[in-house]
């Protein structure tokens, strides 16, 4: 059973670089069969999608974002990660990373999120 | 780039009812759109993906079309399981970014 689980700092002062790391268990992210994604939601809002990465290190970014986002694999540890730039109170939101399945980059597998603040 | 419309943003039913959920799209987007739940304090969870195809495990009572520009999320009949909020993502354009709907949340009548 795949697994996906999100790690990282729960509180982030503004203009300070938010990193996050989801680490993958059931499923090989060398393997290259899939993307691996980011995500967010304020609270009481929707999805935002964030970008993906490829085991290669290949990415596609949200173009909103794209000038301040950073993601990265690390194939040794079965990690991806997350880096967004210069954060403000509108970056406080849940997280979340998820496998793209092949073809349809549907979101097949979702860690459970988690909770990043950005405050002072 | 590509806009998902999702309507309606809320809707009320009752237990045993036909819902649907529509996303329009503001350009072709091909089959490339997936349809999610997510219940409160829960990750989404995947229901449809390619437009028509269920995921693994989901129940048959859902099910998704599509014409032109237009898809459909279908609950033949409500369960009780099956209050929460409910998007659309389009997967056609990766340069784009992955866009989801605004979400439609389903509350009890």
């Known amino acids: 059973q795949v697994q996906l689980q999100e790690s990282g700092p729960g509180l982030v002062k503004p203009s300070q670089t938010l990193s996050l790391t989801c680490t993958v268990s059931?499923?090989?992210?060398?393997?290259?069969?899939?993307?691996w994604s980011w995500i967010r939601q304020p609270a009481g809002k929707g999805l935002e999608y964030l970008g993906r990465?490829?085991?290669?290190?290949?990415?596609n970014y949200n173009p909103s974002l794209k000038s301040r986002v950073t993601m990265s694999v690390d194939t040794s540890r079965n990690q991806f990660s997350l880096e967004l730039d210069s954060v403000t109170a509108t970056d406080t939101a849940v997280y979340y990373c998820?496998?793209?399945?092949?073809?349809?980059?549907?979101?097949?597998?979702w860690g459970k999120g988690t909770t990043v603040i950005v405050s002072s | 780039d590509i806009q998902m419309t999702q309507s309606p943003s809320s809707l009320s039913a009752s237990v045993g009812d036909r819902v649907t959920i529509t996303c329009r799209a503001s350009?072709?987007?091909?089959?490339?759109l997936n349809w999610y739940q997510q219940k409160p304090g829960q990750a989404p969870n995947l229901l449809i993906y390619?437009?028509?195809n269920l995921q693994t495990g989901v129940p048959l009572r859902f099910s998704g079309s599509k014409s032109g520009t237009d898809f459909t999320l279908t609950i033949s009949s409500l369960q009780p399981e099956d209050f929460a909020t409910y998007y659309c993502?389009?997967?056609?354009?990766?340069?784009?970014?992955?866009?989801f709907g605004g979400g439609t949340k389903v509350e009890i009548k």
């Open positions: 990465v490829y085991a290669s290190g290949s990415t």
């Open positions: 059931g499923d090989s992210i060398s393997s290259g069969t899939y993307y």
């Open positions: 998820a496998r793209l399945g092949a073809y349809y980059d549907q979101m097949d597998v």
């Open positions: 350009q072709s987007i091909g089959n490339y």
């Open positions: 390619g437009a028509s």
């Open positions: 993502q389009q997967s056609y354009s990766t340069s784009e970014g992955l866009t």
